[in-house]
């Protein structure tokens, strides 16, 4: 279930930089250092590294999740680009390094994820193409898989989705679990497998609490939306925008607790999950069995 919260969420995080290469000569590099001297973290350590403003798409041959932020880190490089070969010591590093996730969190999500590759020590980023292990029905940016079975970015999926926030700049607890629930029950009505369970629902829920204690703060769960639409539509770190590294870790309780904030704040009368073929009644959700 850790593993759930985390790469079911950044999930989520589905995502981001517009500098130029940071290996560009002139006024890109001295761009880069002044952004680096500028996102300093505790004790005045800088958060920001070289590989947040180096940003590749991916090329032939390079291998993508149905996650963007797994994506986003291969497009920057926090985790091996063309997205082969990803074991525990990478996955750890590279979360820690590119947006502050704690080593356990990660570590933990690591190892729930070794059973799609068996007998290794490494994944690839093409086997969490799986339905309901990162990928389900409901994504904030994807079609469902009974429509796409691609899993890319598709815009009229995101601006269904950001639809709901209307006309704000920033996203909190309330309105992105408004969004995101009803977001879910607009695409059941027209996915005749649409599925999320109780069992699944951890994925929705923490992906959303990712965006806003990434794109946010752990103590602040409150995400610039600039941030967070534009590292779904590029899979980049949005550096270039002003953001920078939270300064204190994101861990598993915090996500806990966000998720099951974002719970609590469906709205009346909307669904929280969806049994196939069966729309379930909204019910309370805990996280106290993780």
Known sequence: MKMQI??????????????PLFGSLGS????ALSLVSSGLGLNGVTLLTPNHFTW???GPGDLRSPCPGLNTLANHGFI?????GITLD??????KDAVNIDGGLSGAAFQQALPLNPGASFINLDMLNKHNFIEHDGSLSRRDMFFDPSNRFDQATFDAFTKYFGSATQINVTSISNARSRHALEMSLINPTFTITQAKILAPLGESAFLLTIFGSPGTPVADRSFVEYFFRNERLPVDLGWTPVATPITLGTAIQIAN????????GVPLTYEPKVQQ??????????
């Open 6 to 19: 985390l790469l079911l969420s950044w999930g989520l995080l589905p995502a981001v930089l517009a500098l």
């Open 28 to 31: 890109t590099v001295s761009s």
């Open 261 to 268: 904030d974002i719970g609590a704040q469906t709205p009346s």
């Open 80 to 84: 091996p680009r063309d997205g082969r």
């Open 281 to 290: 009644k909204r019910e309370g959700v805990t996280f106290s069995h993780i």
């Open 56 to 58: 590749v798409p991916p």
């Open 90 to 95: 990478i996955v750890q590093k590279g979360f």
